[in-house]
Nanobody
Framework: QVHLVESGGGSAQAGGSLRLSCAAS????????????MAWFRQAPGKEREFAAA????????YYSDSVKGRFTISRDGAKNTVYLQMNILKPEDTAHYYC????????????????WGQGTQVTVSS
C-alpha cells in the first residue's frame, strides 16, 4: 500500500510563489517499482480534475501540462521520499485543490487514473 500526504498549500498573491510537498510511504519507494511516476493534479471549483505535472522517480524526467509549463517545477528527494511542486508566477486561475498521485504508467496517470491519490491541499491565489 502507498500513502501520500500533501502539505504546503495556502494563499498567495498573483505573481507569488508556493511550494507543495507530498510525502510518500510504501513499498514502491524501496525500489520495488523503480519506474513509478509521481504526479500533481488540481481541481478548481466546478471543474474536472486536471493533470499538472509528473516526474519519473528513478531518473527525474519531468512532464508538465501546457497551463503550468515554465511556471511550475516538479522535483523529488529520494532520501525523504518526497515530491515537490514549486509554483511560481502564480495566477488566480491556479486556485484549486492540488492532489498528489502515484502510478506505474505515465499514460494512465495523464488520463487521470493513477494507482494512488493523496487527500489534497488547497491553493488560493488572489489578484
Amino acid at each position: 500500500q502507498v500513502h501520500l500526504v500533501e502539505s504546503g498549500g495556502g494563499s498567495a498573491q498573483a505573481g507569488g510563489s508556493l511550494r507543495l510537498s507530498c510525502a510518500a510511504s510504501g513499498g514502491i519507494f524501496r525500489g520495488i517499482f523503480p519506474n513509478y511516476f509521481m504526479a500533481w493534479f488540481r481541481q478548481a471549483p466546478g471543474k474536472e480534475r486536471e493533470f499538472a505535472a509528473a516526474i519519473r522517480w528513478s531518473n527525474g524526467d519531468s512532464y508538465y501540462s501546457d497551463s503550468v509549463k515554465g511556471r511550475f517545477t516538479i522535483s523529488r528527494d529520494g532520501a525523504k521520499n518526497t515530491v515537490y511542486l514549486q509554483m511560481n508566477i502564480l495566477k488566480p486561475e491556479d486556485t484549486a485543490h492540488y492532489y498528489c498521485a502515484a502510478g506505474r504508467e505515465y499514460a494512465t496517470i495523464v488520463r487521470g487514473s493513477p494507482d494512488y491519490w493523496g487527500q489534497g491541499t488547497q491553493v488560493t491565489v488572489s489578484s
